[in-house]
């Protein structure tokens, strides 16, 4: 089964990082990819921008309402996801443990995909 | 040991990236920056005490801020000999009340707090370059030797400026009800200048002080993100944090291995940094679709021009040159207008561009960049003499070792080309 493992932390404190902080724990969670990709269990990675770069489209007005900054306003925000291969959720909760060792603080939600595209963009 | 060590990371940025929110509360609760800043540092030392035992608290700002506030209160009591407050421990108890101010701080309070936090630092009243020690001090907490480091003094003299700041804040009488929204956009404006100050102090740095002041140019993006954060939709301030970002982008590939100068067009443009570059353009994309526009936004678009281009003849000089004359409108000085005489140059050619500058010669007299600029377009018409007297000139305004070693190479050139070429130009 696709799990999607979404990454929450507080952006302002992620933002805080010294540069030799943020390359350690990637380097860190590089690690963890790498052995997943060896497995065939590593789908699209992304790490997002900063919620200051966001915009928002609000659909239930017509026309649609364009509005600056993330979808809500939260102590968290989303800063980037995985999607993996697990084979039901105590593997996925096993390989969120261990991104999380690679990078503690903030939390991540763990939620099995329904419909997965790979797409077709070149990274 | 390694866990201790990020144990260590992680709580020093947390209370890096709580501060501004913490310190502006404490400002409005004491409504005193000294007796606001000394509360924060205990509320730091408890939190350096107590939480690599008993784990993070849910909302690390409210701890501070509530931790902070108490110390406070506690320390005034004791100085006017009244009655202590309960015990440590029991205020540590800080779970319920945690979550109470926690609701609290999502109010308007907040965003006013940090904006009033800035604006007090950039009060008219101080010179800029106290605005800047006492915004890096004060909001964003860099110790007073950082920031010695960074302006190339000693600690003394820094404590000394940042002293006299604190004075003349405290003599200013800043208000601390809810600014209207008049008074909001005028505080927005005048701290969105000094962020750009800060950054200024750090990209204008040059031979051996690039790497002390590097951090400022960070502190003001950081600055800025924060001010994006609590006005989401104000394009100004995603042009500001757009064109810092566009401008630090390059900052790998601005000097060489000695420190000299590297112009945009002989830069290693696969050294500029893409994610800063990436989120650059996303923001004033964004800015632009609010069609109002203004000074930090049409500066960020040029920076954005230069970025897009892969290769410096990619460069769209015409676009470039528009930009500038609406900055011209929008800004009108001097050295706007000999920003856009180099885009002219490009477009239209060197006399043109000469033509544009020449009548700035008086008030632009004692500026570098202008002897630098008009020798390179006297240059590029064949008049050398003309061009190595301007070159001098420049050389003797330079501010830094790095600029006058980048116009001496223009006339090491300049010289060597004469020599080569003395014989085809006599005919």
Same mark, same amino acid.
Request: hydrophobic content about 20%.
């Given at each position: 089964m696709l799990y999607a493992i979404l990454c929450y932390h507080d952006e302002a404190m992620v933002g805080s990082w010294s540069k030799d902080h943020d390359d350690a724990v990637m380097e860190k969670l590089a690690v963890v990819q790498d052995n997943l990709a060896k497995q065939g269990r590593l789908g699209p990675v992304a790490r997002l921008l900063p919620t200051t770069a966001a915009t928002t489209l609000r659909k239930e007005g017509d026309p649609p309402l364009v509005l600056d900054g993330p979808f809500a306003e939260t102590k968290?925000?989303?800063l980037g996801f995985y999607i993996i291969e697990a084979k039901d959720l105590d593997d996925a909760l096993e390989v969120a443990r261990d991104l999380g060792r690679a990078n503690p603080g903030g939390s991540y939600e763990i939620r099995p995909v329904g419909v997965f595209h790979p797409g077709s963009v070149a990274s | 040991m390694s866990n201790i060590a990020s144990d260590l990371a992680w709580i020093d940025a947390a209370l890096i990236s709580a501060r501004p929110q913490a310190v502006g509360a404490l400002l409005r609760y004491f409504r005193d920056l000294d007796l606001a800043e000394e509360a924060f540092q205990n509320a730091c030392l408890r939190a350096l005490k107590t939480w690599p035992q008993n784990?993070?608290?849910?909302?690390a700002t409210a701890w501070l801020i509530m931790v902070g506030r108490n110390s406070g209160i506690d320390d005034a009591r004791r100085r006017n000999k009244l009655a202590e407050l309960p015990p440590e421990d029991v205020i540590s108890d800080t779970d319920d009340a945690e979550g109470e101010i926690a609701e609290r701080l999502d109010g308007s309070h907040y965003r006013d707090d940090i904006l009033r936090l800035l604006f007090i630092c950039c009060?008219?009243?101080?010179?800029a370059t106290q605005q800047i020690a006492l915004a890096l001090r004060?909001?964003?907490?860099?110790t007073v030797k950082q920031i010695a480091r960074a302006f190339l003094v000693t600690e003394a003299a820094m404590e000394q400026r940042i002293t006299r700041a604190k004075t003349a804040v405290a003599k200013a009488?800043?208000?601390?009800e809810a600014p209207g929204a008049v008074e909001r956009s005028e505080r927005l404006a005048a701290v969105a200048a000094m962020i750009y100050l800060v950054f200024n102090e750090g990209y204008s740095a040059s031979g051996d002080s690039i790497k002390e002041r590097a951090p400022l140019c960070d502190e003001a993006i950081r600055l800025a993100r924060l001010l994006l954060r609590l006005f989401p939709a104000e394009p100004e301030i995603m042009g500001l944090l757009s064109l810092l970002l566009l401008q630090h982008a390059r900052a790998g590939a601005r000097?060489?291995?000695?420190g000299g100068i590297v112009l945009l067009d002989d830069?290693?443009?696969? /050294?500029?940094n893409k994610p800063m570059i990436a989120e650059g353009m996303a923001l004033i994309d964004k800015a632009m679709? #609010?069609? /109002?526009?203004g000074p930090y936004q049409v500066q960020a678009a040029i920076a954005a021009l230069h970025s897009g281009?892969? #290769?410096?003849?990619?460069?769209?000089w015409t676009q470039i040159e528009l930009l500038y004359r609406t900055l011209e409108m929008q800004q009108p000085s001097p050295v706007v207008t000999l920003n856009r005489a180099v885009a002219v140059s490009k477009v239209q050619g060197p006399q043109a561009a000469l033509d544009l500058i020449e009548p700035l010669a008086k008030r632009l007299a004692g500026y570098f960049n202008f002897h630098g600029v008009r020798g390179a377009l006297l240059l590029q018409l064949g008049r050398a003499t003309e061009a190595r007297c301007a070159f001098d000139q420049a050389i003797a305004l330079a501010g830094t070792t790095a600029e006058a070693a980048h116009i001496r190479m223009h006339i090491d050139r300049l010289m060597a080309d004469c020599t080569a070429s003395g014989t085809a130009h006599a005919k």
């Open positions: 968290e925000q989303l | 784990g993070p608290p849910r909302d009060h008219p009243q101080l010179p004060i909001v964003s907490g860099l009488d800043v208000p601390f000097y060489d291995a000695d830069q290693d443009r696969g /050294r500029w679709r #609010h069609r /109002r526009s281009a892969t #290769h410096p003849s990619e460069t769209d």
